[in-house]
């Protein structure tokens, strides 16, 4: 039986495009490093980001892109942090001369709360959207185990339907119940909980005491159970721990699961991926090789929850990819190897296993500034403005890329040069009037690097 396997999201071709420049695979004296940039929720790059492996460290320059040298190891910690932003880290792998792109999207601390006289009486905090955190009296202590009285409670929760919910996600989408096997997991939303009692000085909760946290959830990602998993992060291993459930409770707006919890990191809920199936991805370049050694990260969103996962895997000598299971439902696929990219939106179900072709190309950078004609003057576009560029060819394959301008009303377009025909189009809503621009070329070179919208005729 094959099914092909059409899917809801195709905006895949990310910054990661831009990372490369380093050998994809090789040896031959090649440096082993990670390369990446870290953006926030839009998409608008973060300079003076601080990365980090073991010692190792660098910072984003003002691309927001980092380069950084490390020793050949597996399962390596990667952090990345910078004041008034929620800290995150992921973990891979590197052979010896290898480059591996590694993009991160961090976002602002949900909330930051001044709590006193912590030691004497119970205090709380909150996210600012539905996350909440109750810490009994006398609860909270310093690294030497001394009660504190005052701190800054940093509280920062996210939900599946958040804009790059799956790059903001912290750590890997792998639980561990204990003892067990790693299962393949899906969220429906995680809460951070940092408490700072000085500069650099991390407080957590005494040993035998408990706090009783809440992590909303989203319409069109809610499990709906009454209950669900509830997981905290193992910040060495990036895996998350099984702690017990969390119980539901929808007479608050929005719906939150509710827990007691003995420490303070990441909460997630999540569940073992219902109706999973496995995955394998091939990857060739665009004369039809294998490329063994190119790096894959599978974006999943379960159709029947609305729930995100991620997953990440090295081809082998074959060229591919295997993954024990994957969520049916909404998938995208980036693949690289060095500077090259490619992505996959559908799939093929053959004898119960998923499976997708993948082919790698060189990309090119294009800078674009998009404004509105308002009554004849030229406006730029908000921030917030999507642009997007489809395009085709005989015999080249096909892609989309999707970004969102900055605030200056600019985007970097990361495209494959050699297609024959690129449709772009772009849209926004200013006060109740529409403008918008859907037009195409036939090369990457006559794309235009101002987009005017305009009002459609007829309206």
């Not at 909440?132 to 310093?142: E, W």
């Amino acid at each position: 039986m094959k099914i092909k396997q059409t899917l809801l999201s195709m905006a895949f071709l990310t910054l990661l495009a831009g990372c490369g420049g380093g050998g994809g695979g090789g040896g031959g004296g090649a440096a082993t490093q990670i390369q990446g940039v870290v953006t926030d929720s839009l998409g608008v790059p973060i300079a003076g980001v601080t990365i980090t492996v073991g010692t190792a460290t660098a910072t984003t320059d003002a691309l927001g892109m980092y380069t950084l040298a490390v020793s050949p190891a597996a399962n390596l910690k990667v952090a990345a942090a910078k004041t008034g932003l929620a800290k995150t880290f992921d973990v891979v792998t590197l052979a010896n001369g290898q480059t591996v792109p590694l993009n991160f999207t961090l976002q602002a601390v949900g909330k930051s709360n001044v709590l006193t006289g912590m030691s004497a009486n119970p205090t709380a905090a909150d996210s600012g959207r539905g996350a909440t955190v109750a810490l009994p009296a006398g609860s909270i202590v310093d690294g030497n185990n001394n009660v504190i009285d005052n701190a800054t409670v940093d509280v920062t929760s996210a939900v599946p339907s958040d804009r790059n919910y799956t790059d903001k996600f912290p750590g890997l989408f792998v639980g561990n119940t204990g003892g067990g096997a790693d299962t393949a997991i899906e969220s429906f939303g995680y809460v951070t909980v940092d408490i700072n009692c000085g500069v650099g000085k991390t407080c957590n909760l005494l040993a035998g005491k408990t706090a009783d946290i809440a992590i909303p959830v989203a319409v069109g990602a809610d499990p709906g159970t009454p209950t669900i998993d509830l997981w905290s992060l193992n910040e060495t291993t990036g895996k998350w721990v099984h702690e017990g459930t969390a119980a539901r409770d929808a007479t608050v707006n929005p719906v939150v699961y509710r827990a007691t919890v003995s420490h303070f990191s990441s909460y997630n809920l999540d569940r073992a991926i219902p109706n999973a199936i496995p995955f394998a991805v091939t990857v060739k370049n665009k004369n039809g090789a294998i490329v063994p050694g190119a790096q894959v990260v599978i974006t999943s969103s379960n159709s029947n929850g609305g729930a995100a996962s991620e997953s990440r895997g090295v081809t082998n000598a074959a060229g591919i990819a295997e993954f024990a299971s994957v969520a049916p439902g909404s998938i995208s696929v980036i693949a690289s190897s060095g500077n090259l990219v490619g992505s996959g939106y559908s799939y093929d179900v053959v004898n119960g296993k998923a499976v997708m072709d993948v082919t790698l190309y060189q990309t090119v950078q294009k800078t674009i500034t998009v404004v509105y004609l308002d009554n004849g003057v030229e406006k730029t576009a908000p921030s917030s403005t999507t642009v997007s560029v489809m395009s085709e060819g005989t015999g080249a394959g096909h892609s989309f890329f999707s970004a969102i301008l900055n605030a200056q009303g600019q985007a970097v377009l990361k495209l494959q040069p050699d297609l024959s025909f690129y449709s772009y189009n772009a849209t926004v809503t200013i006060n109740g009037t529409t403008y918008s621009l859907n037009d195409s070329v036939t090369s990457v070179n006559a794309l235009p690097s101002k987009w005017v919208l305009k009002i459609p005729s007829g309206v």
